[in-house]
């Protein structure tokens, strides 16, 4: 997803706790920049700043950041000779999701579920076994070549 013009990010929203890939291809790649470093943090006061090197590609620097608690998550980039692009100082902004409780799934009788499911795969065990057995052993009975043991 192109949030920004040479900014991309592998999810189409950015929520919270959630790691988040972020390719750039900005004027400090155009520029051809041997190191280019992510420089972030969370919230209006830029809480929990960091600053990560990106991994230089053909398609841009990459990185990986997880996205700590904040409503937003604040950025720029700088290079190895300290030169910035930080959108013209306004800084890169964009909002964090909060991951909605609603939306998380509570199997209330989660205990009993897995008992179904085992009888359920025991059955499909028998079956395919009686059916090896049958296509085994018919044709060999068939044609008199099936031996039996004989125990003394």
Known sequence: MELVKNIFFNTDKLVENTTVKISYTGNLFQDNSEEVYLHYGFGLNWDNVNEIKMEKT??????????LE?????????????QWDN????????????????????????????????????????????????ITYIP?????????KISE
């Open 58 to 67: 053909e398609l841009g620097f990459q990185t990986e950041v997880n996205l």
């Open 70 to 82: 904040g409503e937003t998550f604040n950025f720029c980039f700088r290079n190895e000779k300290n």
């Open 87 to 134: 959108n013209d100082g306004s800084n890169y902004i964009f909002p964090i999701e909060k991951i909605e409780l609603s939306l998380v799934a509570v199997d209330e009788n989660s205990v009993a579920t897995p008992r179904k499911l085992r009888k359920s795969y025991i059955w499909s065990k028998k079956i395919r076994l009686a059916v090896y057995k049958i």
């Open 140 to 148: 060999k009975l068939i044609s008199g070549n099936y031996k039996r």
